[in-house]
């Protein structure tokens, strides 16, 4: 009888730890499924050449950037938008794909641009130096590939979120 009570108890912590952890994977896929949904994209264009970015624009998307991704399409990009204009740093921590990276003013002109081809490195950080308002990430040589340089003119729309 003892027995018996003791094997109930413990088919029940089973079956609740199962119970944990299916809740756990499915909660995890509704998540990663709503962030699919929620990815806003614009067409960017630089002296003719086009872009199509990812929009990263509230405080979560930004924190997060391209990390954890291991490839970038030939002319993707993300580009973040923030509020107010700031001296704005970047850094490479978690993120494996080399990249450049334009730091753009209130006006959309091109002020800084870095080329970090060092991935998942958080010790060195890349700084617009000037106050910027958008900061837009592409493949590593991507600027240079097609002649884009300090004071050209980004153009763009920021669609709105839901």
């Known amino acids: 009888m003892k027995k018996e009570k003791q094997n109930k108890t413990q088919n ?3 079956i609740t730890l199962i119970m944990s952890i299916l809740t756990t994977i499915i909660i995890n896929f509704i998540s990663s499924y709503s962030q699919e949904i929620d990815k806003i994209k614009s067409l960017i264009t630089i002296q ?3 872009i199509t970015a990812e929009i990263s624009d509230t405080e979560k998307t930004r ?3 391209l990390m954890w991704r291991n490839q970038l399409g030939k002319n993707e990009g993300m580009l973040f938008i923030y509020n107010d204009s700031a001296t704005r740093c970047f850094w ?3 993120t494996f794909i080399a990249l450049d990276m334009a730091f ?6 091109i ?3 870095h080329t970090a081809k ?5 010790t060195t950080f890349y700084s617009s130096y000037v106050p910027v308002k958008y ?11 097609h002649g884009i340089s300090l004071g050209d003119t980004v153009l763009f729309s920021h669609p709105k979120r839901k």
């Open 111 to 113: 002020r800084t641009i």
């Open 118 to 122: 060092t991935v998942n490195d958080s």
């Open 135 to 145: 900061v837009l990430e592409v493949n590593s040589g991507w600027f240079e590939e």
């Open 48 to 50: 003719g050449h086009n």
């Open 104 to 109: 753009i003013d209130s006006n959309k002109v």
């Open 63 to 65: 924190e997060k950037g």
């Open 92 to 94: 490479m921590k978690n």
């Open 12 to 14: 029940k912590m089973i």
